[in-house]
């Protein structure tokens, strides 16, 4: 969202990966642009742990999904901010109803997270030389949380780009996207190979119910992740 200064384009990515349907797809589309990419994940605390997990099996999967890319992915990195997770307490953390609060944002808004997210991020990739952060932010089917938003987004960029006195990229290809347009994107860019790779191994049940298995994929079918991405599913769907 920052203007690269640069004359040549970015060859390089890091994608801020959780291993959910947003930031599996985020992935491939960055494989289908840089010449090098590579993931970080973040431990803070999640109740849904599993996501750890679905990480793994998502990255495994990507290089059969899209053989095309497979030598462009690379290494994995994890970041543990389980104190951050204790100081930002949520009903993504903590044993807490999933309700909306006086602010009317859901209790799953884990305060700055996205925020803190991008920090460590952009430091890691400065340190490994990677030109464009790549994120699953998206304020159009979202569940309202502030530092979704575009305006976030931009904001984080220039202070990322004052603070290391450097341009700081933040590429949010989901941003103006339904989740319907979502698994569309991911069938135009993997076909039914990612698709399938996507229901069957990514995880955004906030609940971490992996037992449940739906057609879109695996949740427990109740939580706002799982309505979004069941509905947008359904929209997907019918359209085709």
């Not at 993931?39 to 996501?51: A, I, L």
């Not at 159009?140 to 960029?157: F, K």
């Not at 341009?167 to 860019?189: F, G, H």
Request: aromatic share 8%; net charge negative.
């Amino acid at each position: 969202m920052s203007v690269i200064l640069e004359n040549t384009p970015p060859t390089s990515a890091l994608v801020l990966f959780s291993g959910g349907q947003d930031s599996a797809t985020c992935l491939a589309w960055a494989l289908e642009r840089f010449e090098r990419v590579e993931t970080v994940g973040f431990d803070y605390g999640q109740r849904h742990v599993v996501e750890m997990q679905a990480r793994q099996a998502v990255r495994d999967g990507m290089r059969k999904a899209l053989p095309q890319g497979a030598d462009r992915l690379g290494d994995d990195h994890v970041v543990d901010l389980t104190g951050y997770g204790r100081i930002a307490e949520s009903a993504l953390t903590a044993d807490r109803k999933i309700e909306m609060d006086a602010r009317g944002l859901p209790t799953t808004f884990v305060p700055g997270r996205n925020l803190i997210f991008l920090v460590a991020a952009a430091a890691l990739a400065d340190r490994r030389g990677l030109q464009v952060l790549v994120g699953g932010m998206c304020e159009t089917d979202y569940s309202g949380y502030p530092d979704c938003r575009h305006e976030t987004m931009e904001a984080m960029a220039r202070a990322l780009s004052l603070g290391l006195d450097k341009p700081v990229v933040i590429d949010t290809p989901l941003m103006w996207l339904t989740k319907a347009q979502t698994w569309e994107l991911a069938e135009r860019i993997g076909g039914a190979a990612l698709v399938a790779l996507i229901i069957e191994d990514s995880h955004t049940c906030y609940q971490g119910d992996r037992t449940h298995r739906h057609a879109w994929g695996y949740g427990c079918g109740e939580c706002p992740a799982c309505e979004l991405r069941a509905a947008g599913y359904d929209e997907w769907v019918a359209s085709k």
